[in-house]
């Protein structure tokens, strides 16, 4: 506490000469239309620094939303960050100057601030402010709670971003995990909501995402929705991106949405990562933009650990259409799958990476840091689903004519879940080796141990048992998605059953909502981590409400291995 106090009266005394922004008065919303017309975000926040970021758009009418000022100038934009909302107080302020090589975007990495202290932020562009923001550092040993929102998967086609909105009204949030698909790169009509065009929904540029400037577009009609404007505004974001800020499925080497006709995958990768560094509020890694992973230090209370899953060290994902192998059956004339050969082979090949040999090391010496301070959590922030969740057998829930009258691809999913397999193999189950690799690490250093997940649009409780010793190696808390449609209704299939079937046939998942669509928050405590599962009724209309249907919690332990969600 001495310390803040001393950190806070060296700064208060630099602030008491910093000038204020070239502008009048000391309103929080805009005064032109245009100016900063994808508001403001802050992210990355630590003890005494944290990113604030804006964009300057063009004054009036614009050709394209990615098209600001002129094509070749420069343009200088003004920053405060104060410790009042009204900007009474100014502790830090600036310059910037931005230009078309940054799609005029503006991030500022502030630093001298006070630990565990709450700031306020703006921008100005001559006589024009931007709207305010608000963030808040982390402190550092004396922490006694910590609040966190999670939230993934946010397609704009499919509907309104309710959640965002109800995630901006939590007023005691440090800071929000996003999971990552911040945007998706489909063109209109190829994975959207066919209500889209009457939502106003459609998506900018109408076609697949595949240059520079198609994906600063896409992240431009993102960040002009109010709801996320909102949530960004009040609270600083720490993001990992999943696969679609590039393409669907992606991996080191490619995705399964790109191909040779759309040029060359390393060029689109390079393209995608720009736009996003540009338009995300996060800092760039030192060395390769595919580098993302990092870490967050919440006093001795947590160590937030963000793992990188797609792009810097992933092999490709295995398909069940593709790389299941198939044995001859004597007196038959339809060969069988050999699911020996396919786990004993392929599944469990040792050489499979997730992450990549460098993230392995690094995240080990995380986890070894992490628990050497004494620190009670270690939070995971991942991607895909770590637990073991293997498909249910459907023939054993529905009846023949039940499934003949499903969809194609829901009858397709019911012929494999006959075969004792991972109900999804993009995921870690895909890649059992290197998960195996991860828990090891996991069960050897960390303390506490919970996973936080998003990509399938669903919510999920689940223990993540070490395959080898059955240990409670973490707890996973994955959220639902923004908007994106979950499994029960992209198979057609009656939510409520198939989540009861889930579970029925994997123990380990202890809650699953596959219907609606949410977010959590997460209240960390010396004692205990819990889990509070929001969803909202509607996206298809911005007139809509929120319940809250579950909590679950994992009780902190003194002996390693025995973690484990319990209902509340």
Not at 286 to 302: M, T
Request: aromatic share 10%.
């Amino acid at each position: 506490m001495n310390q803040r106090r001393t950190l806070l009266k060296r700064a208060l005394t630099a602030a008491a000469s910093a000038p204020l922004l070239g502008c009048a008065g000391s309103t929080s919303k805009p005064t032109g239309p245009t100016r900063f017309a994808h508001g403001v975000a802050s992210g990355d926040p630590r003890q005494e620094s944290a990113i604030i970021w804006t964009r300057v758009s063009g004054v009036g009418n614009e050709k394209a939303v990615s098209n600001a000022i002129a094509a070749d100038s420069q343009h200088r934009v003004t920053w405060q960050v104060a410790l009042d909302e009204q900007f009474r107080t100014i502790f830090k302020s600036g310059s910037v100057l931005t230009d078309a090589s940054k799609d005029f975007t503006c991030k500022v990495d502030v630093e001298g601030l006070v630990p565990g202290s709450i700031y306020y932020y703006r921008f100005a562009s001559g006589p024009q402010h931007s709207p305010t923001g608000r963030f808040k550092t982390l402190a550092f040993e004396s922490v006694q709670q910590a609040k966190l929102g999670v939230v993934s998967c946010s397609n704009y086609s499919f509907g309104y971003f309710n959640v965002y909105r109800y995630l901006a009204e939590h007023d005691d949030l440090d800071a929000v995990y996003h999971a990552g698909d911040y945007i998706y790169e489909y063109e209109s009509g190829g994975y959207d909501s066919p209500k889209a065009s009457q939502m106003g929904r459609q998506t900018i540029p109408v076609n697949e995402v595949l240059s520079l400037s198609d994906y600063r577009l896409r992240h431009a009609q993102y960040k002009s929705d109010p709801d996320l404007q909102a949530a960004h505004a009040k609270h600083a974001f720490i993001c990992a991106w999943d696969d679609h800020e590039v393409a669907n499925d992606s991996y080191q080497l490619g995705a399964e949405n790109h191909d040779n006709s759309e040029g060359s995958w390393k060029e689109r990768k390079a393209a995608a990562l720009q736009a996003y560094f540009e338009w995300m509020p996060v800092r760039e890694p030192l060395a390769h933009r595919e580098n993302n992973f990092r870490s967050f230090q919440f006093g001795k209370l947590l160590s937030l650990i963000i793992l990188e899953t797609r792009l810097s060290g992933r092999d490709k994902a295995l398909s069940y259409s593709e790389d299941l192998p198939y044995v001859s059956v004597a007196g038959s004339d339809q060969p069988r799958p050999d699911i020996p050969r396919f786990k004993r082979e392929i599944l469990n090949n040792p050489e499979r990476r997730m992450i990549g040999t460098e993230q392995e090391k690094w995240l080990a010496e995380e986890l070894q840091r992490s628990a050497m301070a004494s620190t009670t959590w270690q939070l995971i922030g991942n991607q895909t689903i770590m637990a073991n969740v293997l498909a249910p057998d459907m023939a054993k829930h529905f009846s023949a004519e039940e499934i003949a009258s499903l969809i194609p691809r829901a009858r397709q999913f019911a012929e494999f879940s006959a075969l004792g397999l991972p109900y999804n193999l993009d995921a870690w189950d895909g890649y059992p080796a290197a998960r195996e690799r991860l828990l090891n690490a996991v069960l050897l250093h960390a303390n506490n141990a919970v996973v936080l997940t998003g990509d399938t649009h669903n919510a999920w409780a689940n223990d993540i048992v070490h395959p080898s010793n059955s240990v409670n190696v973490a707890a996973e808390i994955a959220v639902s998605s923004v908007t994106s449609p979950g499994v029960s209704e992209v198979l057609g299939i009656n939510a409520e059953k198939f989540g009861r079937i889930i579970q029925a046939r994997n123990e380990n998942v202890r809650y699953t909502n596959t219907a609606d669509r949410g977010y959590a928050v997460l209240t960390i405590t010396p004692e205990q981590c819990s889990a509070d599962y929001y969803f909202v009724n509607t996206i298809l209309s911005t007139r809509s409400s929120q319940r809250l249907e579950q909590r679950v919690i994992v009780d902190a332990t003194t002996q390693r291995g025995t973690a484990k969600i319990t209902l509340a």
